[in-house]
């Protein structure tokens, strides 16, 4: 074991030699508890796709289409204290970054995430901290999605552990939406003109509406379905 921490100190040394020794000291420490946000995302995610599996049964339809899940990198967790101006601490990392693990939960129709999202608090082991719901108050750019920032136990060795996890729910066309934002953003280094703005704006709007009329389209055709069920 002391071998196995000594060749991660170095290894952390020779991969992120621009940071300073304080950002170096703190992703040694970082290390030791990174596997419980991966640990976390599993179990996350197996809750989710059995919702899926549970609608499926009860109501002949899936709500999920797919979803996607990650661990911020380590350098993205610096840059983002750095960026905050918070202290460069473990406890930072614990009281202040509730999105190291991140999952995207993609959806049919806007109804279903807001089905998912409340049969996913009903859960006893995971507890909903706060919701920032920008489908109802979209962003001035036209970003749509519900954030949904919750703390789940996982059971490790006989101990409990609480760990938080970024939930984003969209629809098809909000995911579709974002993607191609954020890439144009990338590769325009973040710089929109006034009409840019306001065609993205209006292209978000227009995906919005054809959500609105698909998901009134299928609540029209599976009725009778529903009422069966």
């Not at 596997?35 to 976390?40: D, E, S, T």
Request: hydrophobic share 35%; net charge negative; aromatic share 12%.
């Amino acid at each position: 074991m002391a071998f196995y921490i000594k060749q991660q100190s170095q290894d952390i040394n020779e991969k992120y030699s621009e940071l300073t020794e304080n950002d170096k000291n703190l992703l040694n420490e970082y290390f030791k508890i990174e596997k419980f946000y991966r640990y976390a995302l599993k179990e996350m995610q197996a809750k989710i796709e059995n919702l899926d599996d549970y609608c499926e049964n009860s109501f002949s339809h899936n709500p999920i289409h797919h979803i996607e899940s990650r661990i911020k990198t380590p350098e993205n967790i610096i840059e983002k204290l750095h960026r905050r101006s918070y202290p460069i601490t473990m406890n930072s990392i614990k009281e202040y970054l509730y999105d190291i693990a991140g999952m995207r939960v993609v959806c049919n129709y806007i109804n279903d995430i807001y089905q998912i999202i409340d049969l996913l608090s009903k859960h006893k082991d995971i507890q909903i901290r706060f919701v920032k719901d920008y489908i109802e108050n979209p962003k001035s750019s036209g970003y749509r999605s519900v954030h949904v920032i919750c703390d789940i136990d996982i059971y490790v060795v006989g101990a409990v552990r609480v760990i938080p996890i970024e939930i984003q729910f969209r629809t098809i066309a909000m995911d579709m939406w974002a993607s191609l934002e954020h890439e144009l953003r990338y590769k325009s280094k973040n710089t929109y003109s006034e009409e840019e703005k306001a065609n993205l704006k209006k292209y978000s709007d227009e995906l919005y509406a054809v959500d609105l009329n698909m998901q009134k389209l299928f609540l029209k055709k599976t009725e009778g379905d529903i009422e069966n069920d």
